[in-house]
């Protein structure tokens, strides 16, 4: 079913493995499909707890765009942004669950854009990223000009949109850019010890608290007060809020299942 990436969904976690290591992952628009189409199905699946999203070998997580595929295309910069890049961000950004980001090597460009679009990023420290965008010419898209701001403040957005210069690691951590930085050889663990989380975590409550955080970046205290109440109304119906009162008055572990 896909050609570019490696998909394994099982045992509550979805697996989005991007496989374009001859060019270091680079987002080519038959690859943008296969992401958005994989996010789509783990969305659509009710025993998906949790994705990860990650990239084959230890050199890159991803290039950047793939200018050659882009321009074989025949679309211009706009309709490669509107049918292929802003989809596939909406659907990581819309998926009423976690999204994992495991950055196995450097995010460049639109790589970095798709690393950010992630809820949570657990990077192995000898990496980088880069808005690499300025260094050709171009401003960052792929959601990057909505996250960045949000994450790191806008001074330091401009500072790092317009050099393009590289951001270890250690340093994104520092400055709120990624949550995890860990040495390379526990990055396997580590990432799994956050999908093990995830994947045991009351995920409808996870959802809904993503849903009310990206409504927040463009609302106000009504607006989400509102949100607020609405969702805590949908939670408290839930078969998780019960287990969770129950253990917490039980003195015990919650056996949350996501319902």
Do not use: W
């Not at 994989?38 to 991803?62: H, M, P, S, W, Y």
């Not at 950010?116 to 260094?135: E, G, K, M, P, R």
Request: glycine share 6%; with cysteine; net charge negative.
């Amino acid at each position: 079913m896909y050609q570019n990436l490696i998909f394994d969904n099982r045992d509550g976690v979805a697996r989005i493995t991007l496989n374009r290591p001859d060019v270091f992952h680079a987002l080519s628009p038959a690859l943008i499909a296969e992401i958005t189409s994989a996010i789509q199905t783990a969305a659509n699946d009710d025993t998906v707890r949790v994705v990860l999203l990650t990239a084959t070998g230890e050199k890159a997580f991803c290039s950047g765009a793939d200018l050659k595929e882009a321009n074989a295309s025949g679309k211009s910069a706009g309709e490669i942004l509107r049918d292929y890049y802003e989809p596939m961000i909406t659907a990581i950004r819309d998926i009423p669950k976690p999204v994992l980001c495991r950055m196995n090597g450097l995010a460049v460009g639109a790589g970095c854009s798709l690393a950010l679009a992630c809820d949570v990023i657990i990077a192995a420290d000898d990496t980088y990223l880069s808005l690499l965008f300025v260094q050709i010419g171009l401003m960052p898209d792929a959601g990057a000009t909505f996250m960045l701001p949000r994450l790191v403040g806008m001074a330091r957005a401009f500072e790092l949109a317009s050099t393009g210069r590289r951001i270890p690691a250690a340093e994104a951590r520092q400055m709120g850019l990624i949550a995890h930085s860990v040495a390379r050889e526990a990055l396997e663990d580590e990432t799994e010890k956050l999908i093990a989380y995830y994947r045991h975590a009351p995920t409808q409550a996870i959802g809904a608290m993503k849903h009310a955080f990206n409504q927040s970046m463009h609302s106000n205290l009504p607006q989400m007060l509102e949100n607020e109440r609405e969702s805590q109304e949908m939670l408290f119906g839930t078969r998780d809020v019960r287990e969770g009162i129950a253990a917490f008055l039980q003195k015990r572990k919650p056996d949350f299942q996501g319902s």
